[in-house]
């Protein structure tokens, strides 16, 4: 069986050359027009990061409209979308438009933010690197994974889901290569409700549902 | 005297040491070079103090230059630092030959090391000229700007942005901070060295030395703030606010700040502090030299509360610091304060001193949110803030400007 190669990344964000939204028009036209990075980075890079941790805003659309467009509703329905949960940006970028559209027709003025707070349209460059460290052993990878870096946690969980094969974590997929063997540790990594844990958190989730229990 | 990158692991695990070192190991030998203003005093020189040893204890050849220049010049890039930030300056063509003249001056000097350098990293609007004397440059150029230029005074930047533009990329601490710019343009936030003189664990004596030094009553609440002596970090509204709190609660105020070698403004802002405090035995101005730091520790570890109440600010490393040792930060609404100090987590922000006023008085007749808060900022400081993340984004950034492809990811 193939060792599990532990990759490192780290994140360096840049301005993506839209202008800033200052109201939630513009916010809309925006959205419609950015990369898939831009989406991608506001929706799924958010948890790599120095930004205050909080849950209740896991995307900057929803953190933006509550905090500064002072709009409750539309940071509600914004913050709980799950990017995840779709197959591509595309279908991620469908739904929010769809979300702000529906709010734009039910105010009866467009919200807007003061000058200072305007959304601004990020994305990430994502370099990569090889760790040098190699796990043989699914005993090993709960241990292992208690060691690594935020920026391992997160390339071989979250970024992984959006490499082929699209929607696996790269713990999972090793695993797979076991055969059935390790199906019952796969199940409980699909299980873990990911998306609202820092990385932090997730690191030790992961690990609690990778640990393989000694037999007696 | 610099910390070894090893003893970082107790404080951010050992991981992220390796994290450097392997960043570091790709980069071995790059040549990188940095250049300010000034080699102490301002956040700038604090930054580029620990980060050239460090980036040089990963294996990057990093040295750190400072140019050279007369009063005259620093009149003038203080104004053009006022400037950037939104006041309206006069500024006329003398004023820029004389900027461009010093930095040809200094280009003259520095030439063969620029020239042959990799990465050549200007910090802040002073040196920015060297690039146009630099005209057999072979690595990439990155200016890095250190101050909110999100509203700059127009005329000023008009000039500025033609120095600025043949750049190969820029930094802000901010996105918000950004003009546009014709090349890419990153983000990487700064940070503090959680083991300087500035940070480190002081014992108690050390603290009730300090205490005594500036008679400092350990019986009443201390509010502090840090930081040179600006019209921007408005020195004045705090003291308008520690007046509307000190009607009711019998409470102790020190502002503390040293000048720095190119703000010639400092020093008559000191005065008028120093005006306003007058008569006022339980204000306590202090100007301190450049090497306080470690009386500047101590004061921000006996205060209950850190106030920076500015009013335009860059990012603002002595919220960071404040925070660090564990105290809530009343923060001005502006900068890179928003990006630390969240409301009812780890601070207030506020807009007035009135505003100053009212969460200074809350969290003195809620005792136990200075600890709680303050707690909250330490681990928020300790996870996103500390120079092993900055460090990390620098060598990154290294990396991308390398590669100056639009990808999304970079295998190195």
Request: aromatic share 8%.
């Amino acid at each position: 069986m193939k060792t599990f190669e532990v990759k490192d990344c780290a994140l360096l964000m840049r301005m993506s050359g839209l202008p800033p939204a200052m109201n939630l028009r513009e916010l809309r036209d925006r959205v419609a027009a950015c990369g898939e990075n831009v989406l991608y980075h506001h929706f799924c890079e958010t948890t790599l990061r120095p930004t205050f941790d909080d849950p209740d805003y896991r995307n900057d659309f929803a953190a933006w409209a509550r905090l500064h467009m002072r709009d409750r509703v539309l940071a509600e329905r914004l913050g709980i979308i799950n990017p995840y949960a779709f197959d591509t940006i595309e279908q991620l970028r469908a739904v929010v438009l769809d979300i702000i559209d529906d709010r734009l027709g039910e105010v009866t003025m467009v919200p807007w933010v003061r000058s200072g707070n305007e959304f601004q349209f990020m994305e990430a460059i994502t370099v990569i690197f090889d760790t040098g460290e190699r796990i043989r052993n699914p005993r090993e990878l709960a241990p292992a994974i208690l060691k690594m870096t935020d920026g391992s946690i997160y390339y071989h969980f979250m970024e992984a889901l959006r490499r082929p094969p699209l929607g696996k974590d790269d713990f999972s997929f090793w695993l797979s290569g076991f055969g059935d063997e390790y199906g019952q540790l796969i199940r409980r990594v699909e299980a873990i409700d990911f998306y609202f844990y820092g990385l932090v958190d997730l690191r030790r989730e992961l690990a609690l549902a990778l640990t393989i229990e000694e037999e007696a | 005297m610099i910390t070894p990158l090893a003893q970082y692991e107790a404080i951010v695990g050992a991981s992220t040491v390796a994290q450097l070192r392997r960043l570091g190991k790709k980069l071995s030998g790059l040549k990188v070079v940095h250049v300010n203003s000034t080699r102490e005093g301002g956040g700038v020189a604090e930054i580029l103090e620990w980060m050239v040893p460090h980036m040089r204890d990963v294996g990057v050849n990093a040295s750190w230059e400072v140019i050279h220049g007369d009063p005259m010049f620093f009149d003038i890039t203080k104004s053009i630092h006022n400037g950037l930030q939104g006041k309206s300056v006069d500024f006329s063509p003398k004023d820029w030959r004389i900027y461009q003249d010093v930095n040809e001056m200094n280009a003259v000097r520095l030439r063969p090391l620029l020239e042959d350098a990799d990465i050549v990293v200007i910090h802040d609007p002073q040196p920015a000229g060297l690039l146009n004397f630099c005209p057999n440059r072979k690595g990439r150029w990155i200016w890095r700007g250190h101050i909110d230029i999100s509203s700059p005074f127009r005329p000023l930047w008009k000039v500025l942005r033609t120095f600025l533009e043949k750049y190969d990329a820029s930094v802000f601490s901010m996105a918000e901070f950004a003009q546009p710019l014709p090349h890419p343009q990153f983000v990487v936030p700064p940070s503090i060295d959680p083991l300087s003189e500035k940070n480190r664990d002081l014992d108690p004596a050390a603290l009730s030395g300090v205490r005594s030094q500036f008679g400092l009553d350990p019986d009443r609440p201390l509010i502090v703030q840090i930081s040179r002596f600006d019209r921007f970090k408005d020195p004045i509204g705090v003291i308008k606010a520690y007046r509307l709190v000190r009607k009711v609660i019998p409470v102790q105020l020190v502002l503390a700040g040293g000048g720095a070698a190119d703000d010639p403004e400092g020093k008559a802002v000191l005065e008028d502090v120093l005006e306003a405090a007058a008569g006022d035995l339980d204000i306590h101005v202090l100007l301190l030299p450049m090497d306080a730091h470690k009386t500047i520790n101590a004061l921000q570890r006996l205060a209950d509360i850190i106030l920076q109440k500015s009013t335009r600010e860059g990012f603002g490393l002595t919220v960071t610091e404040g925070m660090w040792k564990g105290k809530p930060v009343i923060g001005g609404d502006v900068g890179g304060i928003r990006l630390q100090v969240v409301n009812y987590q780890t601070g207030f922000l506020v807009n007035t001193p009135e505003g100053a006023a009212h969460r200074i008085r809350f969290l003195l007749h809620h005792r136990e949110r200075i600890s709680e808060m303050g707690e909250v900022a330490k681990e928020f400081v300790r996870g996103n803030f500390l120079l092993t993340r900055h460090l990390r984004e620098c060598l990154t950034l290294f990396f991308a400007t390398r590669n100056m492809k639009k990808e999304r990811t970079l295998h190195v």
